[in-house]
């Protein structure tokens, strides 16, 4: 194990001088995960060298190395030119009846949430449940694959038996999966299961990802539209910031310790186990949440824009539910949440190798729809690039990995194209996991 960690700390410092603070983190990932694996191939018994204490030792170095790599490799989203990339640590915010998200829901937002102060435990103690994982891997899967009788039947049988504080949430998920069902989702169908799941409470990473992939499939068209858009995104970045301020507060006041069951009987059907609680874990989390005000691993994907103003105009930055006004010359780095509005005249987005995108008064565009405004010359030249990185090519492979959402649109035409290899497939579809999750 310490040769291993030697290992570690030699890999990182090698790749300290990494450009990019999510190329990092997959290298951060893949070296801990084999310290990990090597340290379960050895060792039996209990005490400090077990695997299992082994494994919530290194699970724990992980959280924290995860935040120095943010804190060193973090750089400015807002250049010069422009405001900071956060309204509330200056800037100029946009206020006012025209902002996409009002006043007192932006305020809401910025703030801890409650449900955490009163429901801590609760958050815990169901991202521990197995079995809260194990039906959300299925409905998840089943709507995905639009097989809605499975995802109600599995709401059904594993309902009855959770514990009543989560009960809220299932009946929110079934109203989710019949909406689904009857084509009638929309921007407020998709606040209203993340409300429902929240009411847990609990903070799930992977239903917020499921929840933006569902609002990313509506295209807005009128005002009231891009509003409820805007509160969505805002929303699932509050919730996904909640996740990650409480995944690193962790790493200051200890992780959670889970205790199974200790008799020599069967535990009881309704057992869920108990958990232990740092005594400073909401404290931390707390700190954690005024410390960084993105939503961790999610505000790592992105692309930089330069900004164009063609004439008088006016171009806002949403993101969290604060507005930004964005001066002419201003490099900004659109996230996965983030919108880009203007209000005012007409502006241009430059994003490299011709990648030009025109936006004119009353459009707001996000991440996901930047690669469809593109010139044709442009697509096309993304259309190459994937080809060659399925093929095998290591510069298109590194072009993509580094530029990942110009190149999601070409990646999804590929993966529906015939005659496709199953290394190519699965190479492509390990970079949407990437983009999607």
């Known amino acids: 194990s310490r040769r291993r960690a030697v290992d570690l700390q030699h890999h990182l410092r090698g790749r300290s001088s990494l450009r990019s603070p999510s190329v990092a983190r997959l290298e951060l990932h893949s070296a801990a995960t084999a310290t990990i694996g090597h340290g379960h191939g050895h060792g039996h018994g209990h005490g400090a060298g077990c695997p299992e204490e082994r494994f919530a030792f290194f699970r724990t170095l992980l959280v924290f190395l995860e935040a120095c790599v943010d804190r060193v490799a973090q750089a400015p989203t807002v250049h010069r030119g422009s405001q900071p990339h956060n309204p509330s640590r200056g800037g100029t915010p946009v206020a006012g009846d025209d902002a996409l998200v009002d006043a007192a829901s932006a305020a809401q937002l910025a703030a801890f949430p409650v449900e955490l102060e009163h429901g801590l435990e609760a958050h815990v103690r169901i991202q521990h449940d197995s079995q809260w994982a194990h039906v959300r891997q299925l409905v998840i899967a089943a709507v995905h694959d639009k097989n809605w009788a ?35 989702v929309d921007f407020t169908a998709i606040i209203s299961t993340l409300g429902a799941i929240e009411s847990v409470p609990t903070f799930d990473p992977i239903w917020a ?157 996000a991440l996901h729809e930047l690669p469809a405004r593109v010139p044709a010359a442009a697509r096309d030249a993304s259309a190459a690039t994937v080809q060659a990185a399925a093929d095998g090519d290591a510069a298109a492979e590194a072009r993509v990995a580094e530029q990942l959402p110009w190149h999601v649109r070409a990646i999804r035409e590929r993966l529906h194209a015939a005659g496709i290899s199953g290394d190519a497939r699965g190479k492509l579809q390990m970079w949407l996991v990437a983009f999607d999750e």
């Open 209 to 365: 990802a499921h929840l933006w992939r569902a609002a990313r499939e509506l295209a807005p068209a009128d005002p009231e539209a891009h509003r409820q858009r805007a509160l969505v995104f805002a929303r699932l970045h509050r919730h996904l910031r909640a996740f990650d301020a409480l995944t690193r507060a962790q790493a200051v006041a200890g992780p959670v310790e889970y205790v199974g069951w200790r008799k020599k009987s069967m535990p009881p059907p309704d057992y869920r186990g108990e958990v232990v609680l740092p005594p400073a874990l909401l404290r931390a989390a707390q700190a954690a949440w005024r410390e960084r005000d993105d939503a961790g691993p999610w505000d790592r994907v992105g692309v930089e824009l330069k900004l164009a103003h063609r004439g008088a105009a006016k171009v806002e930055l949403v993101r969290a539910g604060q507005t930004t006004a964005l001066t002419d010359g201003a490099t900004l780095t659109l996230r996965r949440l983030d919108l880009v509005r203007v209000t005012v005249g007409e502006v241009e987005l430059d994003g490299g190798d011709g990648r030009l995108v025109r936006l004119r008064a009353g459009d707001v565009v």
């Open 150 to 184: 499975a995802a109600a039947d599995t709401m059904r049988s594993h309902a009855a038996v959770w514990p009543a504080s989560t009960r809220g949430a299932a009946t929110g998920i079934t109203a989710w999966i019949e909406a689904q069902r009857g084509g009638r």
